[in-house]
């Protein structure tokens, strides 16, 4: 590499730049409290796993394995790695490798960067960003529902509308293989109107089949057999159970019967909220249960449900649903000229931080500190609701001088303030004068 040429990102791979920084703070923050009013715990695994984690909690015949992996060679030991494609696999090991469901069932959820190697676009990249929840050891109805009405509720905190919910049951192992066999032979007798993806996915996974994007196929798909007519008593009394739950609550949703998960663990219940806002990747958030998944990896055996969503694709949504309003960088801007100044500035800097309060100090280094004027400018573009003013006067004189920056009441007042009652002052005005919640995180977003 020469010496000027430029370093840039891994394609698909993005920069979250601060301008974007505070929709996404809102997104984690709303989606946390979501979470934490469910009885929801936190947990974080590794970023890096074994590749045959992926390999056998995913399964072989999925996008994921067969062709989106990050894996590696570790050059140190020669163990096979692989950066997580997603989250599941990783709390379901540390479930199994703490023994975290033996007093009871557990609620968890996840959040963080996974990585698949797919072609990137709009919604689809490398590198990208799930939140999701496990609900590992509830067997029935009621817990699908829970997770779905949480989903819910985080749409209605966030101001989304625009998000469908679209719902199946995909039956256990045995309804499946019975299934199985009328749809291959369904898809064997239509042979000619399969691309060459569905003939290779024929007899190793035809459930994806259904799945397919191809609007050639779609007329083929819409009329094969459908996996809901295959449930027995128990599936469907599940499925049954869920939708009473989801209606009682006045939860929308449509049955799709194409909605499939083409793994060998997932059971039962499947669902997707999705937009029509994004284009092609309008799916926001996939879930679904995973039942046979824990006793498949030596554990007890032991139910689960979880889903993830994409933040990436929730970030677009707000965005296309309003502007977020500018939010303030700080509550105070110090401004200040000559070196005393600078003095005092940095220890009622401390002080106002002391009490709760962000502050940006102006930075006299490398350019000076620059005329009252052009600081001034600086403190108005910040967002603070106030300046401080600092210069020799105040020093000689022991006070500071204190702005209004904002409009309301006491937009644009100035007043000369002892040194020492100044945080006073700015608290006083801050938390009592203005409407400012005290506890803020300078968030403000107008859907
Ligand atoms: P798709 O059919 O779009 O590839 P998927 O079945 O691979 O989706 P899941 O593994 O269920 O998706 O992931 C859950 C959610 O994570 C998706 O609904 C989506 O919002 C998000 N997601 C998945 N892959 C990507 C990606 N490459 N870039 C951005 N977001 C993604
Ligand atoms: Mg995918």
């Not at 009871?104 to 929840?133: D, I, N």
């Not at 994007?213 to 094969?224: E, G, R, W, Y």
């Not at 006067?393 to 303030?417: C, F, I, P, T």
Request: hydrophobic letters at 40%.
């Amino acid at each position: 590499m020469s010496k000027a040429e430029k370093i840039v990102a891994i394609k698909g791979m993005n920069d979250i730049l601060p301008a974007d920084a505070p929709l996404w703070e809102l997104f984690e923050n709303t989606a946390e409290s979501v979470l934490k009013s469910y009885g929801y715990q936190k947990i974080v695994t590794p970023i890096v796993e074994e590749t045959g984690l992926f390999a056998r909690a995913i399964g072989a015949v999925t996008d994921i394995v067969e062709k989106e992996m990050y894996s590696f060679t570790d050059s140190m030991n020669g163990d096979q790695l692989t950066l997580r494609p997603e989250g599941t696999a990783g709390v379901v090991r540390a479930v199994i490798e703490h023994n975290l469901a033996y007093d009871g069932p557990k609620r968890l959820w996840y959040k963080g960067p996974m990585f698949r190697h797919e072609r990137p676009q709009r919604g689809r990249y490398r590198q990208f960003f799930q939140f999701g929840a496990e609900a590992i050891g509830f067997s029935g109805p009621d817990i699908d529902a829970e997770l779905i009405m949480l989903c819910r509720r985080l749409w209605d905190d966030l101001g989304l509308d625009n998000i469908r919910l679209e719902l199946n049951s995909i039956g256990n192992a045995d309804e499946r293989q019975r299934h199985r066999a009328d749809l291959i032979a369904y898809f064997e007798a239509n042979i000619d109107v399969l691309d060459a993806e569905a003939k290779r996915r024929l007899h190793a996974n035809p459930l994806r089949i259904l799945d397919t994007k191809n609007p050639a196929m779609q007329d083929l798909v819409n009329q094969a057999p459908q996996l809901l007519a295959y449930l027995g008593e128990e599936s469907l009394a599940h499925f049954e159970g869920l939708k009473k739950i989801l209606d009682a609550n006045n939860v929308q949703y449509t049955v799709n019967p194409r909605l499939v998960r083409g793994l060998d663990y997932y059971n039962r219940t499947v669902f997707e909220w999705v937009t029509d806002l994004l284009g092609a990747q309008g799916t926001v958030c996939a879930g679904g249960r995973y039942d046979p998944l824990i006793e498949t990896f030596g554990g007890k055996p032991t139910p689960g449900i979880g889903f993830a969503m994409g933040i990436e694709r929730l970030i677009e949504l707000m965005k296309a649903q309003g502007e977020p309003s500018q939010p303030a960088q700080c509550d105070v801007y110090l401004v200040h000229q000559g070196m005393d100044a600078q003095m005092k500035a940095f220890i009622l800097g401390e002080r106002i931080r002391d009490a709760g309060l962000d502050v940006v100090l102006h930075c006299a280094t490398p350019a000076g500190a620059g005329s009252f004027k052009s600081q001034m400018k600086k403190a108005d573009g910040s967002g603070a609701a106030f300046a401080v003013i600092i210069g020799e006067d105040e020093v000689k004189n022991g006070v500071v001088a204190v702005k209004a920056l904002r409009e309301g009441e006491a937009g644009g007042q100035q007043s000369s303030v002892p040194f020492d009652d100044a945080v006073d002052f700015i608290v006083d005005q801050i938390v009592g004068g203005h409407d400012h919640d005290h506890d803020h995180d300078h968030v403000h977003y107008h859907p």
